[in-house]
Structures are given as C-alpha cells and as structure tokens.
C-alpha cells in the first residue's frame, strides 16, 4: 500500500508568511510515522509543484492533504487533479479547517474527510483500504456518498500524546534545508502540547481541540529533539509555557542533557508576569525568540477579543523579556473600525515599546471561531483565499485603499529602519512588494 502526503502549494491571491517563515510539514510528518509499516511519500507543494510527475513514478493507493483556511481551494485543486489521474485512488483531506468545516469539502473528487486529530484515522482509514472492509465503523470522518457526506460516530481526542510516534522527519529530508524562520535556516519544528484553555473569540485552535490542553512527557519530548539536527527550533504550540511546572521539566531535561540549539517558543504575558524566572531559565538553554499574542494596546480591544487579559501584563511582559535579551515577536490584531489615528497610535506604541519584530494581522472571522458566528452576515467575501490575516473581509470604517496603505505603512516603519536582525530587508522588501501588488495600491 502506497501513500502520498501532500503540502498544499501556497494560494495565487493571498497574502503569506511564506517569504519570511517556511516551516516544516509537521503534522503529515507524524502521520507518516503512523503508517510507518506502509510506504509513504511526502510532497511539499510549497517548494516542488510537479504533482503528475510524482503521480506517475510513484503510483499512491492514498493521496491525503491538509488545509488552512486560505488553503482549501488549493487542498481542494490537488484532491480533484489526483482523481483525474487516476479515479481509483482514495482522497482524503484533514487538518484545521476540515475539522471546522467538513461540510466545505462535499466534492466528487473528496473520498474521506477527517474531522480531528488524524493520527488514529489515517492508520484506520489504511487498515480497512487493504482489508477492503469499509469506512463506515471508523469514527471521526466524513465519507462521500451519492447523496453528500455521511458523517461517522464522533471521535474523542487523543488523550496520551506520548503514544504518538516521533515525526518521520526523513520523508521531508529532500526539502529540510529549505525550511526557515526570517534569518534562522535551516529551521526544524516539534511540539510539545495541544490545545488551550483560553477563549480568544477570534481563534480556532481550542475549537479544534475542543479547548483541551494536553502534553507530551518532558523526557519524551527531549527524546525527539535529540534527534533533530537542526540548531534551530521552532516549538510548534499554541502556548509552550502555560503549563510553567511542564516548561520547567523541559528545561531541566535540556539542560542536563547538554543540547545546545536555538529556540522559538510561544507564551502568553500574564503567564511571564506571574513567572519570570521561566524566561530565565530557557534564556540560558537557548530561547531566543518568544512569539506573544498581545493583540492591541488598549484594554478595551482586549476585553472585545475575550483575551483575558490586560495592558499591563503586556506592558510588563515586554520588559521582562528585554531584560533577558529575548527576542519579542509581537502580534497585534487590525480592527476594521480603525481610523487613521488608530493606525498612528499603534505604530507609535510599538515604537515606544521597542518592538523591533511585530507581526500586524487584520482581524479575521476565520470559520468555526466565535467571532465568525458573531460576524458572518457582515461578511464582504467568502473567497477563503482572502482569509489570509493580511485582508479584511469585514467592511472597514475607511475606505478600503486606505485602510491597506496604513497597514503596510506599519511594516515599513517598524522593519525599515536599523537594528532589525532577525528579517532581512530583502525579506522585508519582499513582503512590502507583494503587498502593494496583491491590493494594487
């Protein structure tokens, strides 16, 4: 049995990270570890878009794929490309918003959609294709039928994530050098948990995971990392250090081990407020990026995102990570009722936080998040490709040119100018260009 794992390409229209962060594939890599007995593939249409090349010199039973928001027409294009070539192979899509959405993919050309964590299904859907025994017992999927999918009993989260095997990160070796974050390359991922706890009404992640926060063991996680070549590491959570005590234990078990790599890891503020030696800690091992979700600069707009959350935590926080030369990539969220002063106000504060690495993403209703069920008939699109964090698909109080000039107009000021390493200017370049040329300003 022949199985082909497929990173969707990037989208035509939208707006990506891609130029200055290209991570692994981390999710298909697990899973190829799943189906180790089989043989399996990976083509990462990021970086190689050959698709009918690798249809035909490898000839898969299985083709699956993953999708994104903003991914899903292309997701959608290669499942339809794979069945022209040959109708007899199995199609299957998954990931975040297949979990959110499995109704989006109600095609002809989808075979099985997988609603959740795919370990367990993609092993079972394998299973009953060589067996020949049908789909229909194994629970968390949506399988095509004459008359639209037919869903299976619901399937419960996977409770023990060190009864998960390491990702198979030789299936992506072809493509491992060309794997980045901004000046750190080449770059590997791993994971430590899942889920969070917290209710931001503009995120899906805890609906994904149905807002359960689970981790791998400590001594496991390290067990995996000592595997990975790569000096540079991305920890590929949504909060790597909500759990403090569980921070501490990997940090412990780094250090004793004498690892010596370079970290990304994600946290929330009120977390490094309450904790600060824990940026101390992974400080001394190797942390050199911490990405915080701050959001906004007044109160208000916190409180309006269900963020938890206050100011002075970020405020606070920023310091915290300053003082230990910890690089801060910031996040901030773009309201559609900004006005031009707002803009001002937020390029300035980031200024005067000395923020040398923000990231300004427009506020997006993505599918299945709590502020898309409080906005979707305020809804101007619903091209998912416009889903990409740097449209807006909500009406905007400016007129919309201008609302897009003031916010690259932020990018420019916080990259363009000395003392920004991390992201080269080309990259910066790269990115303010696409901008101007995807909104044709």
């Given at each position: 049995m022949k199985i082909l794992l497929i990173q969707p390409p990037k989208t035509d229209n939208s707006m990506s990270m891609i130029d200055m962060s290209l991570t692994e594939p981390l999710a298909l890599e697990i899973l190829a570890s799943c189906l180790s007995e089989y043989e399996v593939k990976l083509l990462d249409m990021r970086l190689e878009d050959d698709l009918e090349t690798t249809l035909?010199?490898?000839?898969?039973?299985?083709?699956?794929?993953t999708a994104f928001?903003?991914?899903?027409?292309?997701?959608?294009?290669?499942?339809?490309?794979?069945?022209?070539?040959?109708?007899?192979?199995?199609?299957?899509?998954?990931?975040?918003?297949?979990?959110?959405m499995p109704q989006d993919f109600d095609k002809k050309y989808i075979d099985i959609v997988a609603i959740g964590e795919g370990e367990h299904i993609i092993k079972e859907i394998v299973e009953a294709k060589s067996k020949k025994t049908?789909?229909?017992?194994?629970?968390?999927?949506?399988?095509?039928t004459g008359s639209g999918l037919k869903f299976t009993k619901p399937r419960t989260g996977i409770l023990d994530?060190?009864?998960?095997?390491?990702?198979?990160?030789?299936?992506?070796?072809?493509?491992?050098?060309?794997?980045?974050?901004?000046?750190?390359?080449?770059?590997?991922?791993?994971?430590?948990?899942?889920?969070?706890?917290?209710?931001?009404?503009?995120?899906?992640?805890?609906?994904?995971?149905?807002?359960?926060?689970?981790i791998r063991t400590a001594a496991k996680l390290v067990d995996e990392l000592e595997t990975i070549n790569e000096k540079f590491i991305n920890f590929s959570d949504d909060n790597t250090i909500q759990n403090v005590k569980y921070a501490e234990e990997i940090y412990s078990e780094i250090k004793s081990r004498n690892i010596?790599?370079?970290?990304?890891?994600?946290?929330?503020?009120?977390t490094i407020v309450k904790h600060p030696d824990i940026i101390e800690k992974w400080k001394s091992i190797g942390m050199e990026l911490l990405?915080?979700?701050?959001?906004?600069?007044?109160?208000?707009?916190?409180?309006?995102?269900?963020?938890?959350n206050t100011i002075k935590n970020n405020e606070e926080a920023i310091k915290i990570l300053h003082k230990n030369k910890v690089e801060v990539v910031a996040y901030f969220l773009v309201d559609q009722n900004f006005t031009k002063e707002d803009f001002r106000?937020?390029?300035?504060?980031?200024?005067?936080?000395?923020?040398?690495?923000?990231?300004?993403?427009?506020?997006?209703?993505?599918?299945?998040?709590?502020?898309?069920?409080k906005r979707f008939k305020d809804l101007t699109?619903?091209?998912?490709?416009?889903?990409?964090?740097?449209?807006?698909?909500?009406?905007?109080?400016?007129?919309?040119?201008?609302?897009?000039?003031?916010?690259i107009n932020l990018y420019r000021k916080a990259y363009l100018k000395k003392g920004n390493n991390f992201l080269s200017e080309d990259m910066v370049n790269a990115m303010v260009k696409k901008f101007i040329d995807v909104h044709h300003l």
């Amino acid at each position: 049995m022949k199985i082909l794992l497929i990173q969707p390409p990037k989208t035509d229209n939208s707006m990506s990270m891609i130029d200055m962060s290209l991570t692994e594939p981390l999710a298909l890599e697990i899973l190829a570890s799943c189906l180790s007995e089989y043989e399996v593939k990976l083509l990462d249409m990021r970086l190689e878009d050959d698709l009918e090349t690798t249809l035909n010199d490898f000839k898969p039973d299985i083709v699956g794929t993953t999708a994104f928001t903003a991914e899903v027409y292309k997701a959608s294009k290669v499942l339809e490309s794979v069945k022209k070539f040959d109708q007899d192979i199995l199609t299957i899509i998954g990931g975040h918003h297949a979990t959110l959405m499995p109704q989006d993919f109600d095609k002809k050309y989808i075979d099985i959609v997988a609603i959740g964590e795919g370990e367990h299904i993609i092993k079972e859907i394998v299973e009953a294709k060589s067996k020949k025994t049908g789909y229909e017992n194994i629970k968390g999927i949506a399988i095509r039928t004459g008359s639209g999918l037919k869903f299976t009993k619901p399937r419960t989260g996977i409770l023990d994530l060190d009864s998960l095997p390491f990702a198979d990160r030789q299936i992506s070796a072809r493509y491992r050098d060309k794997y980045f974050r901004g000046t750190w390359k080449p770059a590997a991922a791993i994971y430590s948990s899942r889920g969070c706890p917290f209710r931001c009404d503009f995120c899906a992640m805890w609906k994904v995971f149905k807002g359960k926060f689970r981790i791998r063991t400590a001594a496991k996680l390290v067990d995996e990392l000592e595997t990975i070549n790569e000096k540079f590491i991305n920890f590929s959570d949504d909060n790597t250090i909500q759990n403090v005590k569980y921070a501490e234990e990997i940090y412990s078990e780094i250090k004793s081990r004498n690892i010596k790599k370079t970290y990304k890891l994600y946290g929330r503020s009120d977390t490094i407020v309450k904790h600060p030696d824990i940026i101390e800690k992974w400080k001394s091992i190797g942390m050199e990026l911490l990405l915080i979700g701050l959001e906004a600069f007044k109160d208000s707009d916190l409180k309006a995102r269900n963020k938890n959350n206050t100011i002075k935590n970020n405020e606070e926080a920023i310091k915290i990570l300053h003082k230990n030369k910890v690089e801060v990539v910031a996040y901030f969220l773009v309201d559609q009722n900004f006005t031009k002063e707002d803009f001002r106000d937020l390029s300035l504060y980031v200024e005067g936080m000395n923020l040398s690495h923000p990231v300004f993403t427009v506020l997006t209703p993505f599918p299945g998040t709590d502020l898309y069920e409080k906005r979707f008939k305020d809804l101007t699109t619903n091209n998912y490709e416009m889903f990409d964090i740097f449209h807006s698909v909500l009406p905007t109080r400016m007129p919309l040119p201008e609302f897009y000039e003031n916010f690259i107009n932020l990018y420019r000021k916080a990259y363009l100018k000395k003392g920004n390493n991390f992201l080269s200017e080309d990259m910066v370049n790269a990115m303010v260009k696409k901008f101007i040329d995807v909104h044709h300003l």
